[in-house]
């Protein structure tokens, strides 16, 4: 059958023995009559966002191929089920917008993952707006500063003093789980376990996705293609090598992370500068730690035992501290590297690239996650606008994430740079870095800047 508008390019050689691309049949999906003005439009001129009927309605029908089988058309397809793809999908949702979310990884997978645990109150309030805030505000705790140190003493940077702001102590790992909850609910398509994922015709008005599930070759044709696929994803590389350009600094340690069921050091988080290496001392809950060293860049996870492990945090961190650390043994423990990197433009055509597979930021500051989560309030404002007829915000989404972005590169730059130990620092060096940190425990200035940027810069 020849489909009203014309039948797409792609299909014109394929006979029926040609086609060897599955369709995508979800659950809950029927085929509908096509109505020739549903085809592949967007409705023009504004509607109602709260209107969800109407607009799925228009922008989404379903077609058959040559062979004769329904192909789905949908109108914003996610690569990647990390925080980023997952909260897309879900304030998508909110407006009415559909999309399927594609995840290489099983859930239990990606919820095995442990990352970092301070929101700004940007996210916390984005998240509130996506409707996931309920456990976050029972469990997570509001903290309203952070000690920084050096020589073994600290002292406190008062956030809220400061900038009236607070940031929330709630793991990724927890935002995820409530993320992946909350799309259950609502019924959102996320398909686990996809493999090869392909992305098509980017740049022009026929983007399309292909990948295994199940065994099947499967096709989704979109309207977008949002890249949320993490740093080593497909979607970055989509982008033609004469349009990317790359920004990177590899820092040449990484953070050796132990969790443990221990209750944490201070109430506030500690970041300590030592003629050793960093420390940080963070937390999860009141039973629950989260520890980090700088280590060399080659070192292994495994040649740390966890007596070394506390050993070396209480020499690095102050002397009241270390006195009153509970130690007991590590339920996890690995090393993360450390990098900042950009990519621009983090929109090309229709794939618009969202949190890691745009951007790293060494996490000196805790400002991956709410990164990403910016990155994902910019775009969800764009996709909104866009389906209400107005392509502004889809055309300024790049640079807009992207003014934001490298305020956050420069701020987890520059904490890495205070805090840790570089191997040609020399004793110059670290007296510069107790300089600096002295100049911020004596102005109120000076903290009032870092406080501003670990809360996190208005979206
Ligand atoms: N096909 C499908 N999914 C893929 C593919 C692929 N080829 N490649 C990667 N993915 C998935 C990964 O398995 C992962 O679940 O994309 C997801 C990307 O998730 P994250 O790496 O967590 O990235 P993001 O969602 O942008 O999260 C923000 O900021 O600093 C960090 O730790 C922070 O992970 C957090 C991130
Ligand atoms: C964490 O709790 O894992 C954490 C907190 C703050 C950071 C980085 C990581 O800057």
New binding site residues.
């Given amino acids: 059958m020849q489909a009203a508008w014309g039948t797409p390019s792609r299909f014109r050689q394929a006979g029926p023995g040609h086609c060897r691309i599955g369709i995508l049949a979800l659950p809950g999906w029927s085929a509908r009559p096509l109505d020739p003005r549903q085809a592949g439009c967007r409705p023009a001129g504004r509607r109602d966002p709260d209107d969800r009927r109407e607009l799925i309605d228009i922008a989404n029908y379903y077609r058959q191929d040559r062979c004769g089988r329904m192909v789905v058309r949908i109108q914003v397809c996610i690569?990647?089920?990390?925080?980023?793809?997952?909260l897309l999908a879900q304030l998508l949702d909110l407006q009415g917008i559909e999309t399927v979310v594609?995840?290489?990884?099983s859930r239990a997978?990606?919820l095995g993952?442990i990352?970092?645990g301070v929101l700004e109150w940007g996210s916390v309030e984005l998240l509130r707006k996506a409707g996931v805030g309920d456990r976050m505000d029972a469990e997570g705790f509001a903290h309203e500063g952070i000690y920084l140190a050096a020589q073994n003493r600290g002292f406190r940077i008062d956030f809220n003093a400061l900038t009236g702001h607070r940031v929330m102590v709630y793991g990724?790992t927890e935002v995820?789980r409530d993320l992946y909850d909350a799309r259950d609910r609502a019924g959102g398509r996320v398909l686990h376990g996809?493999?090869?994922?392909a992305l098509h015709g980017v740049d022009g008005s026929d983007p399309h996705v292909t990948?295994t599930h199940d065994g099947t070759e499967k096709r989704i044709d979109c309207d977008f293609i949002a890249g949320?696929?993490?740093?080593?994803?497909?979607s970055r590389r989509a982008i033609p090598a004469s349009v990317l350009r790359e920004f990177e600094r590899v820092y040449p340690f990484g953070w050796l992370g132990v969790l443990s069921e221990t209750p944490p050091v201070a109430d506030e988080l500690i970041y300590a500068n030592h003629a050793r290496g960093f420390a940080l001392c963070s937390m999860r809950n009141a039973n629950l730690s989260r520890y980090y060293l700088q280590v060399p860049a080659d070192e292994t996870a495994g040649t740390w035992s966890d007596d070394a492990f506390w050993d070396e945090l209480r020499r690095r961190i102050p002397g009241d501290a270390a006195e009153t650390l509970v130690t007991g043994p590590a339920i996890e423990k690995s090393i993360a590297p450390l990098r900042s990197y950009v990519a621009e433009p983090m929109r090309w055509g229709r794939l618009l690239l969202?949190?890691?597979?745009a951007h790293?930021?060494p996490?000196t500051g805790a400002?991956?996650?709410n990164?990403?989560?910016s990155?994902v309030h910019y775009l969800h404002e764009a996709l909104t606008r866009y389906y209400l007829g107005d392509d502004a915000g889809i055309e300024g989404y790049s640079g807009r994430a992207l003014a934001r972005v490298w305020k956050a590169e420069r701020f987890s730059w520059s904490m890495t740079t205070m805090l840790h130990r570089f191997a040609d620092q020399g004793s110059f060096g670290q007296r510069i870095q107790e300089a600096e940190l002295a100049y911020l425990e004596g102005s109120a200035a000076a903290q009032t800047a870092l406080a501003e940027n670990y809360v996190g810069l208005p979206f």
């Fill in positions: 690569i990647g089920g990390g925080p980023s793809g997952l594609l995840e290489r990884r997978h990606v993952r990352r970092a990724q995820t996809v493999e090869g994922v990948f949320c696929d993490g740093f080593h994803g497909p969202v949190g890691d597979a790293i930021v996490p400002k991956g996650l990164l990403a989560f990155d």
